[in-house]
């Protein structure tokens, strides 16, 4: 039995020794293709934030959706992360935005994120809270102390059909803000969790195998006019009218949650790739998804921020790219527009309903 036990631990030893290695000695970025793999928390998920606190990076990107091909485009990206483990250089926060990895900024550098575009055209401290939800800012301690004077919630096209309703994962969230504060209160114990979840990403391994799977095509891409799609022609799909009902009332109850705090509430919904590139796609199908869900959340006087149409007339007016052609996230170009127009509804929360009213006494006069 004493000799099994030996040649076992001789036998495993080198693997136990390399992952050690891995996740002590090796840069974080050695076998990762972009920032987000490399500092995202894994199974630590007791960890306050998405990703390690009190990190700077600095590392040459590729894109989600054809890394390590021939296709990829390298991009120079610069990240930090705040005490929380949230893409911040500080924790400061008048407006904050709740939302996924494009509010996160996958593929761009710190300056060029939503929040720091942002702060410079309000001249407001902005807080980039992504990837999170509205359940997990409405159970996080720090914002019920002391709130926010508004709150953006933000969601790709695509995952809008799966927002949280108000109240789910509450618990959850205060359990991880008890074990998140204990964590964060000392760096001896923050440095052995990264290293436990370090250990956890198996990140040779799952280099490996995904370099295995594009060499024998198992990974598969969509890819049309040298330009690739997470979804494709799915992403265009048509919902019904009892699936717009459903996504609006849970985007109005987050306005409601919000009203009764005093905090002001805007929706920003960011079209897919798919969306505004619909003409690369074999049917050439111009979707109908968002504007439908805009016109229902206006009718339940919920500020909604329209970027259909501005990216719309970006791209197939004046053939400005919004997405990277290896990437279904939005651009720079396409995050100074959108930070563009949030700014002037911020500053000019009228600007719409005269619009209208103008319109409509145009309209009459006529």
Known sequence: MKRLLLKLTLLTLPFVTYLLIEASVLPMNTFTFRVWETISVNSMQVMSGPFYPNMHVKMAEEGELAPRTPYAEKRLVEWYTDAYGYRNKDTKCDILLIGDSNITGVKLTQEETLADVLERCLQKEVYSFAPATMNRFLATERFIQNPPEMVIVSSIERRIPDLPAIGANGLNSKLRNFSGDLINSSSLLTSLFITADRLSKLSLYRRTLADMERHYGVKK????????????????RTFSDEEITRMADVIASYKQVLDEKGIRFMFMPIPNKENIYYNL??????????????????????EVVDLQNPFEQLYHEQNIPLYPADDAHWNEIAVEKAAGIVANKIKNPDTDSLQKKDNHLVKFIE
Do not use: C, W
């Not at 891409?221 to 265009?236: K, M, S, V």
């Not at 016109?295 to 339940?300: G, K, P």
């Open 221 to 236: 891409y969509i890819q049309h006019d040298n330009e690739f799609f997470l979804e494709g022609e799915y992403a265009n």
């Open 281 to 302: 796609l074999p049917s050439g199908k111009k979707p109908d998804f968002l504007p439908r869900l805009m016109a229902e959340l206006t009718r339940r006087k919920v």
